[in-house]
């Protein structure tokens, strides 16, 4: 792992309400970007879909503040590049435990949830004027049992599951490295790179999966990731389905 890379802020606070909140508040008030933002407490992490996040003491919340200029359908990718960070993280300090991704931006260690990724972001006309690539990992502590909702995945920790157990600062300096590398690789390649790498790693591809989409549940089997991000399910009668936004669940 090299050093901190070069051009990029870091900011590590003791106690805020939400990383991603912060990194809103910083983006409105002109802060440079790309920059990290750590906080070693957060009072009121953010979940997707509106729910909390639950942060045990020595776990790591963050968010990096980029400006990326794009189409929101373009900066929405950019969780599958989020999901790699962390994935690589958990390669590095837990080499024994298998590392996978569920669509469309959870990343499992040995099955369970180990880490949570929210994007957040604001436009400025048709394009993304910033972007909060905001991420929790639990490196030292699983959620408490009653904060996971009825029907979500079990969790675990990078420690939990025999990892090292690091300093978040530590996670952070991964976490940046790694950044730095595979966005350089989407600049060169584009999300066709980064599609590759997360594809390489997804869990329950050609298997059974229950989509939770907004007009119901549908099941079938998970055929691929397209260009856009776009899950592609094989339904019962064989017609394949893109499916942009859902929750799924992996039959046991
Ligand atoms: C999920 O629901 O799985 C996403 C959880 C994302 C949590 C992280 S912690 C750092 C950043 N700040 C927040 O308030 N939320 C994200």
């Not at 969780?79 to 993280?89: C, I, N, P």
Request: net charge positive.
């Amino acid at each position: 792992m090299t050093g901190w890379p070069e051009g990029v802020g870091r900011h590590v606070l003791e106690e805020i309400d939400s990383t991603n909140a912060e990194a809103a508040r910083r983006a409105a008030a002109g802060e440079p970007a790309p920059c990290w933002i750590l906080a070693r407490r957060q009072t009121a992490g953010r979940g997707r879909m509106g729910r909390r996040w639950a942060m045990p003491d020595g776990n790591l919340a963050a968010s990096l503040l980029i400006r990326p200029g794009c189409t929101p359908a373009e900066a929405a990718r950019y969780s599958f590049l989020a999901a790699l960070l962390v994935a690589r993280l958990c390669d590095r300090l837990a080499p024994g435990a298998t590392v996978s991704l569920k669509w469309p931006n959870d990343v499992l260690l040995n099955g369970a949830k180990v880490a949570g990724i929210l994007l957040e972001s604001g436009s400025a006309g048709q394009r993304v004027a910033w972007l909060a690539l905001g991420i929790g990992v639990n490196l030292a502590h699983a959620p408490p049992s009653g904060a996971i909702r009825e029907g979500g995945m079990a969790a675990t920790s990078i420690a939990g599951e025999g990892g090292r157990a690091v300093a978040p600062e530590e996670a952070l300096a991964h976490l940046a490295a790694s950044f730095a590398e595979l966005d350089a690789l989407r600049a060169r390649e584009g999300f066709a790179a980064i599609r590759r790498l997360w594809l390489a790693r997804a869990a329950r591809l050609g298997g059974p999966v229950t989509v939770h989409a907004a007009d119901g549940a549908v099941n079938g089997v998970f055929e691929d990731v397209d260009l856009t991000g776009a899950l592609v399910l094989r339904t019962s009668n064989g017609a394949l389905r893109r499916i942009a936004a859902a929750d799924i669940h992996f039959p046991d």
